[in-house]
C-alpha cells in the first residue's frame, strides 16, 4: 500500500497525556508509519493532504453492541430491567424478524460515528455475514445462553456451530470471539465448557454483569424478581442461582473478559475484575433500563470503555451521541477533563481492552483513524471537549489504512 | 380562517393529567375548537386529515434564547462561569459581528425541532426585525445591563430606545417585554427604573439570577472571584455588590417574573420566587459553564419550564436535544414520569408562566401545536418517553391556527 500523508488543524493522538498536534499529521500504509508535524511529513513522504478546521483521531472502538436487535424502536418498555427483560421476551421474535436491513444500517451508522472496531454480541449469528464483509474490524462475539439443564446440550452444539461458521470468515479484521450473557442465564456446565474452549485457543471474551439490582439479589439470595422470572416466564420450578457472585468471578480469573454494565458491583468486585479484565459502560442503556449510571470514579479510567449496546436499549447506535450524551449525564465533572477521558476511553483505553493494534495515533499501529469537520476549531483551547460538543459525522474514515 | 381537522395515532393534550387519546384529533381555526376522537371530529367539521404514526402535541415553549449570540461554535470557555465570562468579554465582539444570518439560521432551528413560542432575551436589539418578521410567537425581551453608575443614564435611554422600537413592532405574536441581566449586573437605579416601567406597562420580565455560585459570594460577601471582575474588567474600584439576595428578590414581588438558572438558590429563595413568579432551567448551559444542574424536586414542576439558552452557553438550539439531554442528565429519574414532565414543562407550565394563550390542546387555545412522526409510535406504552426519544423533527407547525 502506497504511504500517504493527512493533516489536519488538530490532531488528537490519544495518548496518555492527551496529546494535541497542532497543524500536525500522519503517514501511514496498513500502518502508521509516523506522527508529526504536517509540513515535516509533507517533505518527507509524497501524497500530503492538509484539512482546515479539521479534527483527526484514531477511530472509536464500540465495544458492546447487539446489531441483531437494530430493528428496534418502541417495542421494549423502559424505567426498570424487570419490565425490559419481560417485554423482551414478549416482543423480541418481532424484532428479530428481517433484521438484515437494519443491520446494514447499524453498520453504517457506526462507521458515520468515526467508529472503526467494534465488540458485536451475536445471539443467533444473524449478523455474522454482514459485520464479516463490512468495512468495520470487528470482535464477533458467538453468545451462549440458557439455564434448563435440560436444553444444555442442544444449546452449547448450536454455540459451536456459529462459533465454527465464524472461524471460516476469519480474517485479522474479523475475529471470532465468545460472549456469555449473564450470571442469571448461563448454566456453569456451558459456563466452565465456553471458558475451558476461550482458554484453550485464545479467544477474547465478554460478560453481562450485574447490569441491574434484581441480577444482585438473585445472586446474593436467590429471590426476588428472578424468582418469579424463573419460575413463570421459564419454568423452572424451585429455581436457586448457578453461582455466587465470587464463584462466577472465579470463572474468569487470569482472563481479559470484558465485563459489560457493573452498575451494581461493588468496590471488590470491580477490583477482581480489573486484575486483568476489564469494564465495558453503556450510559444510554443503563439510565433507559437502570436509573442509574456507572461510577466513573470506582476504579481507574484505564480499566473503562464506552459502548452504545443495541438499539434494544438505546435510541440510536450514534457513538459520537453516545459521548454527548455522557458528557451531559455525568453534569458534575469539569467538561474538558472528562471529555479527553471519554475520547481516551473510546481510543486508546477501548484497544488495551479489546487488545486491537489501534486506538492511538503511534508508529506500527494499526492505520484506524477518523477525520472530522469541526467548524472554527483552531478558535478553542477546549479541543476535546468541543469536539463531542460539535463532532457530526465522518468525513474520511480509514481502517488499517484503507478509505471506506 | 377556514376550520380544519388534524388527527393523529397519538394526540398529547399536555393537560395536568397527561392524558394522550389515541386515534385523536383537533379542529381549530386560529382557535382549537375542539380536541377529540378524529373519527368524531371529522364527521362533525370538514378538511380533516389523519396521519399514522404519529404523535400531535402543542408547539414547545422556548422561554430563554439569546439569538445574538447564534455565531458561536467555540469562542468560549465552559467549565467554570469565571471562565466563561472571561471569555465573553474577550471575544463576544467577534461573535456578535455579522449575525443575521445566524440568527435567521436559529429561528428556522426552533420550528424545525417544534418551538412556536420563544422568549427571545435581546442585548442589542440585533435580533428584533428578525423575529418581529419570523413565524414565532416571541416574547421579546429588552435586556438592560450596567453596573457602572456613570454610564446609567447612557443605558437607561439605550434600552429605551429599543422598547420603544420594538413597542412598533409589536402584535399579537411579537410582544414587548423587559429582562434585567442580573442581580451582578444592573445598578440598583437602572432595575428600579425598568421594574416601575414593567409594573405601569403591563410588561412582561426576566432575570438571570443565581447562575454561579461566584455570584452568590459576590451577592453575599462582596468578594471572590467578581471582586476581580469588578476591578480589572469593568475597572470600577472598591466595588460592592448593590443588593443583597433579599433586597434584589423584593424588587420583583407581586410580579410574575422569570427567574432564569437559579442553580445556587436556596429553598427560601427559590419558595419567595415561586410566589408570583416562576424558574426557567437550562440545563445544556448549566451543565457547560457551573458543572450543575437545577434540582427539579426542589420547587413544584408547574413552576419549572426548560430552555436552550444561547449558542453561547450550547452546542445548539434544538429544542428535542435539549429534552432529549436533560432527559439522559437526570439519570435517577423514572424515564416516563420525567418525560411527561419535561412535556409539560415545555407546554402546558411554560405557557403559564409565560402568560401565554398556548401549551395545551384544549377549546379556545391558540391553535399551536406540531405534528411529529415518530415509527412505531403505536406500539408503545410509554409514548411520551419514546418521543423524547426519537422525535427527529417536526413535520409540520401551526401557530395561530396557520402552518408554517
Given amino acids: 500500500m502506497k504511504t500517504k500523508v493527512i493533516g489536519a488543524s488538530k490532531v488528537f493522538l490519544c495518548n496518555e497525556n492527551f496529546d494535541i498536534l497542532e497543524n500536525g499529521a500522519i503517514a501511514f500504509n496498513e500502518k502508521i508509519l509516523e506522527a508529526g508535524d504536517f509540513q515535516t511529513l509533507a517533505s518527507k513522504y509524497q501524497n500530503a493532504t492538509f484539512y482546515e478546521q479539521r479534527v483527526l483521531l484514531p477511530s472509536f472502538i464500540n465495544p458492546h453492541i447487539h446489531f441483531e436487535f437494530s430493528n428496534n424502536t418502541t417495542a421494549f418498555i423502559y424505567g426498570g430491567f424487570d419490565k425490559w427483560l419481560t417485554s423482551i421476551m414478549q416482543n423480541r421474535d418481532t424484532i428479530l424478524q428481517d433484521n438484515t436491513q437494519a443491520i446494514k444500517e447499524a453498520i453504517k451508522e457506526q462507521l458515520e460515528s ?13 449478523d455474522m455475514i454482514e459485520l464479516a464483509k463490512s468495512p468495520l474490524k470487528v470482535l464477533f462475539f458467538n453468545e451462549i445462553i440458557g439455564s434448563n439443564p435440560s436444553a444444555v446440550d442442544f444449546l452449547y452444539s448450536n454455540f459451536l456451530e456459529r462459533l465454527e461458521a465464524s472461524k471460516k470468515l476469519a480474517t485479522k479484521k474479523f475475529i471470532p470471539s465468545i460472549a456469555l450473557h449473564s450470571p442469571y442465564s448461563v448454566h456453569y456446565i456451558l459456563a466452565k465448557k465456553v471458558i475451558e474452549l476461550a482458554k484453550r485457543e485464545n479467544l477474547k471474551t465478554s460478560v453481562h454483569f450485574l447490569e441491574s439490582h434484581q441480577e444482585r439479589e438473585w445472586l446474593e439470595k436467590s429471590s426476588g424478581w428472578f424468582k418469579s422470572f424463573y419460575e413463570q416466564t421459564l419454568k423452572l420450578k424451585d429455581a436457586k442461582s448457578l453461582y455466587t457472585i465470587q464463584d ?14 457493573c452498575l451494581f458491583a461493588n468496590k471488590e468486585e470491580l477490583q477482581s475484575i480489573c486484575k486483568s479484565g476489564s469494564v465495558i459502560s453503556c450510559p444510554r442503556s443503563n439510565r433507559l433500563l437502570n436509573n442509574k449510571i456507572f461510577n466513573l470514579d470506582s476504579i481507574p479510567s484505564e480499566k473503562i470503555s464506552i459502548a452504545t449496546d443495541g438499539k434494544s436499549s438505546n435510541n440510536n447506535l450514534n457513538f459520537l451521541d453516545e459521548l454527548r ?17 471519554l475520547l481516551l476511553s473510546s481510543t486508546n483505553f477501548a484497544a488495551k481492552a479489546l487488545k486491537l493494534n489501534n486506538g492511538i495515533l503511534q508508529k506500527n499501529k494499526d ?20 469536539f463531542i460538543l460539535h463532532a457530526k459525522k465522518k468525513e474520511k474514515i480509514f481502517i488499517n489504512g484503507e478509505e471506506f
Fill in 114 to 126: 468515526g467508529v472503526g472496531s467494534v465488540g458485536a454480541i451475536s445471539s443467533y449469528g444473524d
Fill in 248 to 261: 462466577f468471578l472465579a470463572l474468569f480469573e487470569g482472563m481479559d473478559t470484558l465485563f459489560v454494565h
Fill in 325 to 341: 450524551y455522557t458528557l451531559f449525564a455525568y453534569n458534575t465533572k469539569d467538561p474538558l477533563e472528562l471529555s479527553k477521558t
Fill in 367 to 386: 492505520a484506524d483513524f477518523t477525520l472530522f469537520e469541526i467548524p472554527n476549531i483552531t478558535a478553542s483551547s477546549q479541543e476535546a471537549l468541543q
